[in-house]
């Protein structure tokens, strides 16, 4: 087989042109032939305007970066900077209100609040694991994690009583909480049973129900004895599992041996940040794990507890309604496909001999993979309920991006031969120019949105880039508390809501971190539905059960209606955290940067040397910390900044990369892949890399880390060192 297979002005890589023709097209309803000769005339149009529009990023950084050296310091006209912006056309002219007009919304979309996650598609495990974390066990949430206590106090030999204790006091409690019963408490009850369509729980002073009738929605298992008891709180389920004969149920005076929480409702499967994938096979990788999610077939088999065991996708959860009829729960994510930016460009396609933006390959594979959960005589699992594809789109950079997206999806939607709007678009709102237009980029896809979502750490990383030249930024922690992060999270909300997502459309919040810390995780997670998000993303399963109980305690939809506060100045938003050159210590300098150093070093290392997009990553006090592209970005631009305004030198950068790359050697130390960066600096890919994502910083676009990375990833794995 030749490498490539020419057809019109395409030159598509042999392998991706047997996946598409032998697995993708067939039972789809498409034609190859038409998929590829549809995709060449699309081409033709996209092609220039993404040239144009990456163009324009270009110039208006540029403008910006004269104006700051004109102009260096703290904002002191905040008119003036506004006009200067407008005048450039980083800013839009604000038209009439508006409101979204969207329809075939899934009611985790629309209606239902709860976390989501974001995987990394190309890792099947990880697939499957979020896509079957619609349901997740509290009692593990909270045993295995240190909500309760310091996991270092909790034996390691067997299951600890006393810890386990204090889990089900947890759980007890959460029942108390958010389903009372008219009298007592669960804490007494010594049977659940369902008598007359209710349910009744019995204790040493006698009968008791729920003091709210309607929050009862079925059972499993006969009503004398059930296995099952469905309850339904703020539109989030939870199933108490009574088995006497568990470890956990034989023990407890009822016979609860789980609480099962409905906790993902949603998952992201990511082609981007959290992916490394920088040619063809790579791609092939991902969009083959979207295939098989589609087509409901997708699994591995595994070794847990010394026995093999295939996993797939989880089946719908079987219950006995009020009514005595059989019913469903649903048993996966809903899953959506987050496609790459604007900018990269993959060697997967060549058109006229260059290649092609890797966003538009995205768009038109992840859609035409779709197909097969969309198809009418699909035998699998249904995906969207109402016939819809939600794709995530990220990095797109004001209004005129948003469009341009629309115009893809229009054209794949065209090609496909689906209804217009089929293909659904998220917004992230993550860029500069995208946040200070939001309300403008909605409009642009009023008729297919269905997500805005903040993300602090992207955000920060183009807002260090956007506004280099004006000055030394503050430092890191600094940065989370400074007036424009308020600005942008109750901004992103309010538009939101002033544009009709309340019923319609998620408004979502960002990661958290530290996949370790659950207990800081509930302290301070249950912020994001209090400031009326629908969403918020979590790291792992099990943090999105713990999370979910967030949403048991607030009501999002009441929170949204209660909202009507005036929309924070754009000013505020536009307000660059900058200090004096000599307002930082040395010993805060030295601080952020081996903080920095020694994130990007261990993230990039993973990422170059193994093609690991997303990990938990060990930061300088070995604190396991979810690392990304988005947080390289940050780290990278925050040094490229105090490099240009002289708050550190080249040498001082240079030696503390050195000593944070040994260090982040150490800590590898038990990976038998791992390639060490130390002491043969200028012999590491990953060591390079990490500087010239430093010393070269102001010159990458909006300050991004992909070309980079690709250059250096692709040169591995071309070696045939990889």
């Known amino acids: 087989m030749t490498d490539r297979i020419q057809l019109g002005a395409l030159a598509i890589d042999a392998n991706l042109y047997e996946f598409i023709g032998q697995q993708v097209t067939p039972n789809s309803g498409i034609d190859a032939g038409h998929f590829w000769r549809g995709l060449d005339t699309a081409l033709t149009t996209l092609l220039p305007k993404n040239k144009a529009l990456l163009a324009k990023r270009e110039t208006l950084q540029q403008q910006q970066d004269e104006w700051h050296k004109a102009n260096p310091g703290p904002i002191t006209d905040s008119q003036a900077y506004l006009d200067f912006l407008e005048k450039i056309g980083y800013l839009t002219p604000l038209d009439d209100d508006f409101k979204i007009e969207i329809s075939h919304i899934d009611e985790e979309i629309a209606t239902l609040a709860g976390p989501q996650l974001v995987v990394p598609i190309n890792n099947a495990r990880y697939a499957l694991n979020a896509a079957n974390a619609r349901w997740g066990s509290l009692y593990d949430a909270l045993y295995g994690t240190n909500v309760l206590a310091d996991k270092s106090e909790v034996s390691t030999t067997g299951y600890d009583a006393a810890h386990g204790a204090k889990a089900i006091a947890w759980g007890r409690n959460f029942l108390n909480q958010h389903f009372a019963l008219k009298d007592g408490s669960y804490t007494e009850a010594t049977a659940l049973t369902i008598e007359n369509g209710q349910l009744i729980v019995t204790s040493q002073n006698g009968k008791t129900s729920l003091a709210q009738a309607n929050k009862y929605i079925g059972h499993q298992g006969s009503e004398a004895s059930p296995t099952g008891i469905v309850l339904k709180n703020n539109g989030l389920h939870i199933i108490i599992k009574i088995n006497r004969d568990n470890q956990i149920g034989s023990t407890d005076s009822a016979g609860i041996a789980d609480i099962m929480v409905e906790s993902a409702l949603s998952t992201i499967m990511d082609c981007e940040d959290s992916v490394a994938a920088v040619n063809a096979a790579e791609k092939i990788a991902v969009y083959s794990n979207w295939l098989g999610l589609m087509q409901s077939d997708l699994s591995i088999n595994m070794v847990k507890g010394g026995k093999t065991i295939t996993r797939k996708l989880n089946a719908d959860i079987e219950y006995t309604d009020i009514k005595g009829q059989a019913a469903t729960l649903k048993g996966r994510s809903l899953m959506l496909i987050r496609n790459v930016g604007h900018l990269m460009t993959s060697d997967a396609i060549l058109h006229n001999g260059s290649e092609i933006p890797e966003g538009i390959m995205d768009a038109f594979v992840t859609a035409l993979i779709a197909l097969h959960n969309l198809n009418p005589n699909h035998s699998g699992f249904k995906n969207s309920q109402h016939g819809s594809v939600y794709i995530v789109k990220p990095k797109m950079h004001g209004p005129e991006e948003v469009a341009f997206a629309d115009e893809i999806f229009l054209s794949v939607e065209n090609l496909l031969g689906l209804a217009p709007n089929t293909l659904k678009i998220g917004i992230m709102d993550e860029e500069r120019r995208t946040s200070a237009n939001l309300k403008q980029c909605i ?112 009501n999002v939809a009441e929170v949204q209606t209660a909202i009507d506060g005036d929309l924070p100045p754009l000013k505020d938003l536009l307000n660059i955290p900058i200090v004096g050159k000599n307002s930082l210590s040395q010993a805060e300098i030295e601080h952020d940067l081996a903080m920095s150093a020694q994130s990007i070093l261990g993230y990039v290392v993973r990422w170059i040397d193994q093609g690991i997009g997303c990990s938990k990553v060990p930061d300088i006090n070995d604190i396991g910390l979810m690392e990304d592209r988005a947080t390289l970005r940050i780290s990278s631009q925050h040094i490229a900044n105090w490099l240009l305004h002289e708050v550190c030198s080249e040498a001082q950068v240079m030696q503390i990369m050195q000593d944070m790359a040994a260090k982040v050697d150490g800590q590898n130390a038990g990976d038998a892949a791992y390639i060490n960066m130390s002491p043969n600096f200028d012999n590491s890919l990953a060591f390079t890399a990490s500087c010239a994502l430093i010393f070269e910083g102001i010159n990458q676009p909006s300050g991004y880390t992909e070309p980079i990375l690709h250059a250096k990833r692709y040169a591995l794995l071309k070696s045939g060192q990889a």
């Open 443 to 554: 409009r642009a896809v009023k008729n297919r949105v269905f997500f805005i979502n903040t993300g602090f750490l992207d955000r920060t990383g183009d807002e260090i880039h956007s506004i280099m030249q004006a000055g030394p930024v503050v430092t890191k922690g600094a940065m989370k508390s400074s007036n424009w992060i308020k600005t942008y999270e109750q901004r992103n909300v309010q538009i939101g809501l002033d544009c009709g997502f309340k019923g319609q459309a998620q408004i979502g919040k960002g990661m958290w971190a530290m996949p370790d810390e659950m207990a800081d995780m509930m302290a301070q997670k249950i912020g994001h539905p209090n400031a009326g998000a629908s969403t918020a993303w979590v790291p792992s399963p099990t943090a999105a059960t713990l999370h979910a109980t967030h949403y048991h305690q607030v």
